[in-house]
């Protein structure tokens, strides 16, 4: 009975630390600001719409005042046709905290992450973007950027930068049902993405 416990704390513990680490991997962890390298700046941070999109938008916008990149782009339909896009909703949040409207590119019709990357490789080509900042929520960020590579190729390189915190997942995201069924849910979702 003992030998079970210590094997489910461990597994737990392991699982706990794990599976954040996984699912929201972080190049720019280590970069307080635009350097040379790996804190190299962007030609353009990439917001997924989803989750928690003020968080994910206020991340990008912060991103954009540090220098990190000239463009956003957003990325996210509308979830109604009788409202805005996503995009256009977060184009609002980055204009009203002080990004010029034409420093931002929109793409409207994405309805799923796949979208996201296939609709986005687009205005990543036609506008020459060599590398790109993606910022989604921290259990999204890997199969975010499986999916952008799929598309974007070798040719781009795709600099991770997750939300840590936002509306629905947080360092705490184990304490509640919720966080467990979220991250055993993008795991799965990562299998089939690379599948």
């Known amino acids: 009975?003992?030998?079970?416990?210590?094997?489910?704390?461990?597994?737990?513990?392991?699982?706990?630390?794990?599976?954040?680490?996984?699912?929201?991997?972080?190049?720019?962890?280590?970069?307080?600001?635009?350097?040379?390298?790996?804190?190299?700046?962007?030609?353009?941070?990439?917001?997924?719409?989803?989750?928690?999109?003020?968080?994910?938008?206020?991340?990008?916008?912060?991103?954009?005042?540090?220098?990190?990149?000239?463009?956003?782009?957003?990325?996210?339909?509308?979830?109604?046709?009788?409202?805005?896009?996503?995009?256009?909703?977060?184009?609002?949040?980055?204009?009203?905290a002080g990004v010029p409207a034409s420093d931002i590119i929109l793409e409207e019709f994405a309805t799923n992450t796949a979208e996201n990357a296939e609709n986005t490789a687009s205005i990543v080509a036609s506008h020459g973007l060599k590398r790109i900042i993606l910022v989604t929520s921290a259990y999204h960020q890997r199969r975010t950027s499986i999916e952008f590579s799929k598309k974007l190729g070798a040719d781009v390189q795709i600099v991770n930068h997750p939300v840590r915190n936002d509306k629905q997942w947080s360092q705490w995201w184990w304490a509640t049902p919720y966080g467990w069924w979220l991250g055993a849910s993008e795991l799965v979702k990562i299998l089939v993405t690379r599948a």
Not at 12 to 41: E, F, H, Q, R, W
Not at 60 to 82: E, M, N, Q
């Open 1 to 96: 009975m003992k030998a079970a416990f210590v094997t489910l704390f461990v597994l737990a513990l392991v699982a706990t630390i794990g599976l954040p680490l996984y699912l929201g991997p972080d190049d720019l962890s280590g970069c307080a600001k635009p350097a040379s390298d790996k804190c190299a700046p962007a030609d353009a941070i990439i917001v997924v719409s989803g989750g928690d999109t003020v968080a994910r938008t206020a991340e990008g916008v912060r991103l954009y005042k540090d220098g990190w990149a000239p463009t956003i782009v957003f990325s996210g339909a509308a979830k109604d046709p009788d409202s805005p896009s996503n995009a256009e909703a977060m184009h609002n949040q980055a204009v009203e």
